[in-house]
């Protein structure tokens, strides 16, 4: 009988061993949240703040047209030009240049409206100083509204799929602005 224990502790013992190698293996395979070698986020694009001269918002409430002065100063371009919200433009700019993307994927274009994509809730085109132009088609929020699904520099239409990319959610605030938040408010004089 004591043979028989034995025997059954030693397989026991081999097969924990063989799990917990194999357990270990496992792990080793997986990434590492804040180890160097993990899967870096791609910037949404590869260009500076600066190099942008021009955006235009396209919304369901408003189209608006934005210019870069030589002096550096942003304007609302409506025929006649009206000083625009300095901070309200940066902090869009700093989202296009630093903005990352999550993850992308490919989808029939016919289902482009699950993704708020058909129409969208915004569309930004950018111009940079030699003539490029970029544009950033967002859309809804995900299920757990963390994101915002979008389209980076759609291609043309009629195309059978379209890639949808998830975006930071700060862009639904930059672009759902009333329009007078764009324009600079004159300081009111005082009574």
Do not use: C
């Not at 329009?179 to 009111?188: A, F, G, M």
């Amino acid at each position: 009988m004591a043979t028989g224990i034995r025997t059954k502790t030693l397989v026991l013992l081999a097969t924990a061993a063989i799990l917990g190698g194999g357990l270990y293996l496992f792990e080793e395979q997986l990434p590492r949240p804040n180890a160097p070698n993990a899967k870096a986020k791609k910037p949404l694009f590869h260009f500076q703040e600066a190099a942008v001269v021009a955006l235009k918002i396209v919304s369901p409430k408003y189209s608006l047209n934005l210019k870069k002065l030589e002096t550096g100063n942003w304007v609302i371009d409506r025929g006649k030009q009206t000083p625009a919200e300095e901070g309200t433009v940066v902090f869009l700019l700093n989202l296009l240049t630093t903005g990352e993307r999550d993850r992308s994927f490919e989808v029939p274009t016919k289902n482009a409206g699950e993704y708020g994509l058909a129409p969208p809730m915004a569309t930004i085109e950018i111009t940079l100083k030699d003539g490029q132009q970029h544009r950033l088609r967002l859309g809804d929020p995900t299920f757990d509204s963390l994101k915002l699904y979008a389209e980076i520099d759609p291609p043309p239409e009629p195309r059978e799929k379209m890639t949808v990319t998830l975006v930071p959610l700060d862009f639904k605030n930059a672009v759902q602005r009333p329009l007078e938040e764009w324009e600079r408010q004159r300081p009111s004089a005082k009574q």
